[in-house]
């Protein structure tokens, strides 16, 4: 009998996170529109920020990180 549920994804790891107020509540509006939980709300956003910094999807080459040296950008 096939299991039942969502179906597995990445490993997540639990983290505690602080935030004050007023971002929380920023947060849920922003979620609430995307019908979003607010879990999933701190991933997209976290997600499109590295995208814009170049740092997403990581470099499956570990040896460019090796050389010390910085990439233009």
């Given amino acids: 009998m096939p ?4 179906p597995k994804g990445p490993d997540k790891e639990p983290i505690l996170l602080r935030l004050g107020s007023p971002l929380l509540e920023i947060l849920d509006r922003l979620a609430a ?13 976290l997600h499109e920020a590295l995208l814009r910094r170049g740092a ?5 080459d570990a040896e460019s990180d090796d050389d010390g040296a910085a990439e233009p950008g």
């Fill in 33 to 45: 529109a995307e019908f979003r939980s607010r879990q999933g709300q701190i991933e997209k956003l």
């Fill in 3 to 6: 299991k039942r549920g969502r």
């Fill in 56 to 60: 997403w999807p990581p470099k499956a």
